[in-house]
Each structure stands twice: as structure tokens, then as C-alpha cells.
């Protein structure tokens, strides 16, 4: 529970009309520590049946009452997930993955001087995902599968080892639980000492459109620039409401301290993605951040102009444990040493609930 106080202009003055607010502070009363879950309908609860679990040869397929997971088995990421005959999830054309590890986003202009071309020189921009490990077993209510995979650029000899847990329980929750563990043959020369983010990438049906979450907003959040947002329940029509639509197209859209967001079709399906029980290190942000766009981080860097920014057919949806500043070294100073996204080890967790 949070107290806002606001303080607004009693009079009208030669600058500003009566009402006008000139500041305003937020208080938390109260926290129950981010449990948002058992939000799903009791009508799903009542229906659910043990999921099945089924393999087919680079293909395993978790269905239950009025749902399904599918994941590749060679690859070890989630393809597909459909919930109530609507698809939730879909591969992305390029990895073939649906739920990614990532560390990338867009370049800002203050990325430019000196970040930009120190994560490119490590390939940050470049990681691809090889598979270690693929291992399937089932409780009475869920199906536990269990990867390890190896995030790195595709010539360095660095990378994330990720140790990734997913439960499909049988009210058709996915519940994701990752453990990054930075590897380099030499970790003093070979290791970046940061990158712009840590989390999750998924890629959503286009007409999942309809945003709305509770935590800072209404507009973007980092690091470094938040002070002017508060915590709140906001929401938007359509996902291209959340831009910010900068002269230089970049980097922007970041909401922080997200407690959960919710994606769907007005007035209908969709999903809620809310931070998991499962423990997280202290250097993440249980409270997380998301960006939702049509635009790739591709596109977003090689356009020169607005009307050069070509849209994805999907909502492309970030899940971040970490993000780093975006500091002003356009102009002066790079991001605050404190403020950096390190590369060192991370445990978080995201649970995805099917709206129906």
C-alpha cells in the first residue's frame, strides 16, 4: 500500500492555473513482498488435470486442461505456449526460441562515445545459445524441465552457463527459474566488466496489444532517470504507447519496479508475467523492469529517423532482472560506477500466468 501526497496551487497565478500540481512525494505503508500470485480464476483451479508430457523427436509438448507448452529439445527453449486455443507464445524467426536469455538492448546516444563499441568489441550484441543439457521429469501437478545452456559470442571465449528450470504446473503456469554463471578462459582479459541488461526476451502474437501493470510509470524508468515517476497501476491501449519517441531512434520504454504486467488482446487473452518465488541474488531487482515494442533492437539501432523504423510483426517483451543507467556521455559523464549491469553471477525467477 502506498500514501501519495500531492501538493497543487490553492490560487491561480501568472504562470500556472488553480489545481496545478508544483509537488508531490509517495510513502509505502505497507509490502506483502511481492506476492501477487494466486490470481488465476477458481473456475481454472477446479478444472486443472495432472499435465501430460509428451516426446517426439526434437520436440517435447506439456499439455493440459486447455493448454500447451512445446520446447525444442535440441535447442532447450520454449516454442510455443497456447492457452484457452490462443497462442501466447511464438519463436522468434531468427533463434527459433519463444523464452531467451538476454543482455542486449538498443544503443542510446550516451551508449555511443564509449559503452557501444566496448560491448560490441566483446560480442555482447552477438550471443548465440548452444545446449548442454535437456532433462524432463514430472511431479503430480507439474512437469520440471531442467537445461543448461551456454550463452557466448560466437568466436570469444566468454559466455553465461545458464541453469534454467521450467515448471508447467497444471493450472498452465510457467514458472522460470535461471541461474547465470559468467565462464571465460581467461576471466581477467576476456570477461566485459558490465553489458546494458540481464533477462529474459519473449516474443508474443502481435494482437497482444493492450498493456497494464503495476509499478513506476506512467512514463520510462532507468536508473538514473525515475525520480519523476511514480508507483501506480497504469495502462495503456496498445503497445506503441509506450514509446518514447526520441528525434534518433534508441533505446527507450523501460518501466522499473514492476511488481507484474499484464499483455492482451483488448478485452481478451493473454498473459501476466510476475517475479517467482524462487530465490533471487541481491544483485537483481526482484522488483523488475519490462519493455514491451514492435521494434527489434536491429531495427532500433540502424534507423536514422522515426520514419525509418521498420515494426515486427509480434510484441517483442523484455523481462529484465537488471538494467543498467543510460548516464548523459552524449554530452558528460557515462553511468554512475553503481549503476552499471556487472558481469558476475544471478539467480532470478519469472512466473507467466495464462489470462483467459
Known amino acids: 500500500m502506498w500514501l501519495t501526497v500531492s501538493f497543487r496551487l490553492k490560487c491561480s497565478t501568472a504562470w500556472a492555473e488553480q489545481g496545478q500540481e508544483v509537488a508531490w512525494a509517495q510513502f509505502q505503508l505497507w509490502s506483502d513482498h511481492g506476492n501477487y500470485h494466486g490470481l488465476l480464476s477458481l473456475q481454472s483451479l477446479l478444472l486443472n488435470l495432472p499435465p501430460r508430457c509428451e516426446s517426439s523427436g526434437a520436440r517435447t509438448t506439456i499439455t493440459g486442461h486447455n493448454f500447451s507448452v512445446s520446447f525444442d529439445n535440441a535447442q532447450g527453449h520454449i ?73 557466448s559470442p560466437p568466436i570469444l571465449s566468454w559466455g553465461y552457463l545458464a541453469h534454467t528450470v521450467y515448471k508447467i504446473t497444471d493450472a498452465g503456469v510457467i514458472r ?15 570477461l566485459p566488466a558490465h553489458i546494458p541488461r540481464v533477462g529474459l526476451d519473449l516474443r508474443l502474437p502481435r494482437r497482444l496489444d493492450a498493456v497494464k501493470w503495476f509499478g513506476l510509470g506512467p512514463g520510462e524508468s532507468y536508473p538514473d532517470k525515475r525520480t519523476a515517476q511514480r508507483i501506480g497501476i497504469w495502462s ?59 521494434h527489434s533492437a536491429t531495427a532500433l539501432e540502424e534507423a536514422k529517423h522515426p520514419c525509418d523504423l521498420v515494426e515486427e510483426d509480434a510484441t517483442l517483451l523484455r523481462l529484465d532482472a537488471k538494467v543498467a543507467g543510460v548516464g548523459t556521455a552524449a554530452c558528460g559523464p557515462g553511468v554512475r560506477e553503481d549503476l552499471l549491469v556487472k558481469v558476475e553471477e544471478m539467480s532470478f525467477s519469472f512466473d507467466l500466468e495464462p489470462l483467459i
Open 176 to 190: 522460470i527459474s535461471i541461474t547465470l554463471k559468467p565462464q571465460s578462459s581467461d576471466y581477467v582479459n576476456t
Open 236 to 294: 495503456v491501449d496498445h503497445v506503441a504507447d509506450l514509446q518514447t519517441p526520441y528525434e534518433v531512434p534508441q533505446e527507450n520504454g523501460n518501466r522499473m519496479g514492476t511488481r507484474w504486467v499484464t499483455i492482451r488482446e483488448p478485452q481478451g487473452a493473454g498473459l501476466r508475467a510476475i517475479a517467482g518465488h524462487d530465490e533471487w541474488s541481491d544483485n537483481c531487482e526482484r522488483n523488475f523492469s519490462f519493455a514491451a515494442t514492435r
Open 79 to 151: 516454442t510455443r505456449w497456447t492457452a484457452g486455443g490462443a497462442p501466447l507464445l511464438e519463436p522468434n524467426p531468427s533463434t527459433g526460441a519463444a523464452i531467451i536469455p538476454s543482455f542486449w538492448r538498443p544503443p542510446t546516444d550516451n551508449d555511443n562515445p564509449i559503452s557501444l563499441p566496448y560491448w560490441k568489441r566483446f560480442g555482447v550484441h552477438a550471443m548465440t545459445s548452444q545446449l548442454r543439457s535437456f532433462d524432463v521429469s514430472a511431479t503430480v501437478d507439474m512437469v520440471v524441465i531442467t537445461t543448461k545452456t551456454f550463452h
